[in-house]
C-alpha cells in the first residue's frame, strides 16, 4: 500500500482534504469550516422550501450569493440546530 499509510503523519493543511458528511465534496481543510456552514443551510433551506411548495434545489442554491442565502434564511428562519438535523435526517 501507499507509503503515507504505514507512517504516522501530521495533518497537511495545504493538500490533504476533508469530505463534507452533507454534500459528500471533498475539499481542503482549511475551507470546510467556511463550505459546512453554508452547506448546512442549504440543506435546511432546499427541505423547509420543498415543504412550502417552492421548488429550488441544492444546485440553485450553491450559486447563489451568501446574501441570497441570507435573505432566505431571514425569510425561514431555523428554529435551532436540532431541527435542522431532523429536517435532513429526512431526505
Ligand atoms: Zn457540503
Given at each position: 500500500m501507499?507509503?503515507?499509510e504505514r507512517e504516522p503523519r501530521v495533518l497537511d493543511l495545504e493538500h490533504d482534504r476533508i469530505q463534507c458528511p452533507l454534500c459528500g465534496r471533498w475539499m481542503k481543510i482549511p475551507m470546510f469550516d467556511l463550505?459546512?456552514?453554508r452547506c448546512l443551510d442549504i440543506a435546511y433551506l432546499v427541505s423547509v422550501a420543498k415543504k412550502r411548495g417552492e421548488e429550488f434545489t441544492r444546485e440553485d442554491l450553491e450559486n447563489c450569493k451568501q446574501e441570497v442565502i441570507d435573505k432566505l434564511l431571514a425569510k425561514y428562519?431555523?428554529?435551532g440546530i436540532e431541527s435542522v438535523d431532523s429536517l435532513w435526517k429526512k431526505q
Amino acid at each position: 500500500m501507499a507509503k503515507a499509510e504505514r507512517e504516522p503523519r501530521v495533518l497537511d493543511l495545504e493538500h490533504d482534504r476533508i469530505q463534507c458528511p452533507l454534500c459528500g465534496r471533498w475539499m481542503k481543510i482549511p475551507m470546510f469550516d467556511l463550505h459546512y456552514g453554508r452547506c448546512l443551510d442549504i440543506a435546511y433551506l432546499v427541505s423547509v422550501a420543498k415543504k412550502r411548495g417552492e421548488e429550488f434545489t441544492r444546485e440553485d442554491l450553491e450559486n447563489c450569493k451568501q446574501e441570497v442565502i441570507d435573505k432566505l434564511l431571514a425569510k425561514y428562519p431555523p428554529k435551532g440546530i436540532e431541527s435542522v438535523d431532523s429536517l435532513w435526517k429526512k431526505q
